[in-house]
C-alpha cells in the first residue's frame, strides 16, 4: 500500500511561489502515476497536474504556464513549483499515488494566497 505524506504548503502573497512535495513510501515509487488536486473552501475537488510512470506530464487549464509537476523516483517523492500564485489558487491540495487502478490519497496541505 502506497501512502502519500504531503508538505510545503502555506501563506504567500499573490505573485510569489511556493513548492509542494509528496513523498510516497510502501511500494515501488517508479511505478506510480502521480497527481494532485486541489480543493477550495465550498468548492468540488479539482485536478490540477498529473506525471505518469514515464515522466509526461498534464495540467489544468487553470494552472498551466505557472505550475510545474516533477518526480524525484530516487527520493520518492513528486512535487508540484507553483509560481506566479493567485488568490484563486488558494485551497487544500492533495497528493495521489495511482497504480492498477487503486489511487492512494495523502492527507493535504493548505496553500493560502493572499491578495
Known amino acids: 500500500q502506497v501512502q502519500p505524506v504531503e508538505s510545503g504548503g502555506g501563506l504567500v502573497q499573490a505573485g510569489g511561489s511556493l513548492r509542494l512535495s509528496c513523498a510516497a513510501s510502501?511500494?515501488?515509487?517508479?511505478?506510480?502515476?502521480m497527481g494532485w488536486y486541489r480543493q477550495a473552501p465550498g468548492k468540488q475537488r479539482e485536478w490540477v497536474a498529473g506525471?505518469?510512470?514515464?515522466?509526461?506530464?498534464n495540467y489544468a487549464d487553470s494552472v498551466k504556464g505557472r505550475f510545474t509537476i516533477s518526480r524525484d523516483n530516487a527520493k520518492n517523492t513528486a512535487y508540484l513549483q507553483m509560481n506566479s500564485l493567485k488568490p484563486e489558487d488558494t485551497a487544500v491540495y492533495y497528493c495521489?499515488?495511482?497504480?492498477?487502478?487503486?489511487?492512494?490519497w495523502g492527507k493535504g496541505t493548505l496553500v493560502t494566497v493572499s491578495s
Open positions: 495521489v499515488a495511482s497504480r492498477g487502478g487503486q489511487n492512494y
Open positions: 506525471i505518469t510512470s514515464g515522466g509526461s506530464t
Open positions: 510502501g511500494s515501488i515509487f517508479s511505478n506510480n502515476a
